[in-house]
């Protein structure tokens, strides 16, 4: 069965170091989408991306975000400088179109010291 | 905007017992209903989604649910619960045609089996 897979599991990064986040969404989806999880709270949406651009973000998504379809595979969510609160869990998922169940990866745990 | 609550925080059930988790959702059309099952340190596994049509609908490893409109509810459901149930239960709701279609969750329910 096809499924979303994230790179790395894990990720221990410095204060103001940039951070990439790796995913790789379900193969003939369209539709891809990052949410994050702090320790303890919610899951919580992030940004969607459809089409090359982003199609909706919340306000957690400010300019240190960013996404990237960088080819035909892979989904990327850079953090330009990190801060402690940027500590979470990052969860990708992709849906083969907008009102669609959402697969999700298992996630990347940043740590960010 | 829409919102999510799960009302129990913790539940604790003794395998074999019935377990009911409740999900109420505030949103002001069709909503997408879902519930997704997150265990210790693994990613958010779907079991069972509703967009339309009959209102109690099935799952994966034996959970159902039901959404009702007139409570803004869609509790889930299992008749006889396994150890391996013990997890995170999470609820969402996506809106309904919209492109994009961003996901809120509640905040989560965590289901504790004792033998």
């Known amino acids: 069965e096809p499924e979303v897979t994230q790179t790395p599991s894990h990720q221990v990064t410095q204060m103001g170091q940039e951070v990439i986040l790796r995913c790789v969404p379900i193969?003939?989806?369209?539709?891809f989408y990052w949410y994050r999880q702090i320790l303890g709270q919610k899951v919580e949406f992030l940004v969607s991306?459809?089409?090359?651009?982003?199609?909706?973000k919340s306000e957690i998504f400010d300019d240190q975000f960013s996404v990237e379809r960088p080819d035909g595979s892979n989904f990327t969510l850079k953090i330009r400088s990190t801060k402690l609160e940027d500590s979470a869990m990052y969860f990708c998922?992709?849906?083969?179109?907008?009102?669609?169940?959402?697969?999700f990866g298992p996630g990347t745990r940043l740590l960010v010291l | 905007a829409q919102s999510v609550t799960q009302p129990d925080i913790h539940i604790t059930v003794s395998e074999g017992a019935s377990l009911e988790l409740r999900c109420n959702y505030s949103?002001?059309?069709?909503?997408?209903l879902f519930w997704y099952v997150q265990s210790p340190g693994q990613g958010l596994q779907l079991l069972l989604k509703?967009?339309?049509?009959?209102?109690l609908v099935q799952g994966i490893k034996g959970f159902e649910a039901e959404f009702k409109r007139s409570q803004s509810s869609f509790n889930l459901r299992k008749p006889s619960v396994h150890w391996s149930d013990a997890a995170e239960y999470f609820c969402?709701?996506?809106?309904?045609?919209?492109?994009?279609?961003?996901?809120?969750f509640g905040g989560g329910t965590r289901v504790l089996v004792k033998p």
């Open positions: 998922a992709s849906s083969l179109r907008g009102a669609e169940t959402q697969y």
């Open positions: 193969s003939n989806h369209l539709y």
């Open positions: 991306f459809y089409n090359n651009e982003i199609s909706e």
């Open positions: 949103y002001g059309a069709t909503p997408y």
């Open positions: 509703y967009f339309s049509g009959d209102t």
């Open positions: 969402a709701v996506g809106a309904a045609g919209a492109a994009g279609n961003k996901l809120t």
